[in-house]
Structures are given as structure tokens and as C-alpha cells.
């Protein structure tokens, strides 16, 4: 029996790419993220702290004209907001975009994200793979 492969999205002809909104306060990490993101052909757009990523996330709930994103990727530790604190904020709101959460203390931020349901939460240093497989499932490609 031979395993599946999953379609290698830099060849597929897609009008419109999922978007995906990646939250890093490390800059060079967030170039890692958002490279890796947009060489599947994904449209990234980046945040570098947890105002801007609640800017981007206010600005999409409210405009017609600003597209939802399909996922969020955030670094559970930003300067000035955390991510838990930007998707607890959220809550009051119609967000219903599935977020991934990156860390270094898993255990940690599951008991204190259980109320926004995180769709996954990774471990820093990054498992590459684990990465893409959590990205693939949340815009289902």
C-alpha cells in the first residue's frame, strides 16, 4: 500500500491562496514563518507584536473590504499583548478563525488558552513538519 502524498501547493493553480496571518515578535523567526508560508503560496501577512495582530484582527472583522484570514499562526509570546490576550479579547466578537499557537511551554499555555480553543499549539524550537501538516489541515489543502 503506498501513502497519499499531499499536493505540493506551489503547483496548484488557485485564485485566490489562503491567507494566513502570522503574529512574531522575533523578526528573524517571522521571516522563517512567513517564507516558509509564502513558498507554499500562501499570502502572509505579518504582525509583529500582539497590537498589531489585534489591529489586523479588528480591521478583518470589521471591513467587507478587508478579506478574513483563513488561519493565524502567533507566537504565544509577543511584546506588548500576548496572543492569549489578543484571542481572549476577540472573544466578544464574531472571530471564528483557527489559530495556531508556537511556544516553548506547551503545558503552560494549554491551561491558559483553554478558553479560545486553540486548533493546535507547537513547540519551540519548531517542528518543521508538524508545522506544515497544522497549516495543511487548518485551510484544508
Known sequence: MHALAMP???N???PHPPRILVAEGDPH???LLAGALRKERYNVVAAHDGIELLE???RTNRSAAEPPFDAIVA???LPDL???EVFRAMRSTSFVTPVVLVTEDV???RSEASGIRPAAILRKPLDWAAFDRAVRKLVGS
Open 56 to 58: 489586523h484582527l479588528l
Open 107 to 109: 503545558d503552560a499555555v
Open 82 to 84: 500576548s496572543a492569549v
Open 75 to 77: 507566537n504565544v509570546k
Open 12 to 14: 496548484c493553480a488557485e
Open 29 to 31: 523567526m517571522l521571516r
Open 8 to 10: 505540493d501547493r506551489a
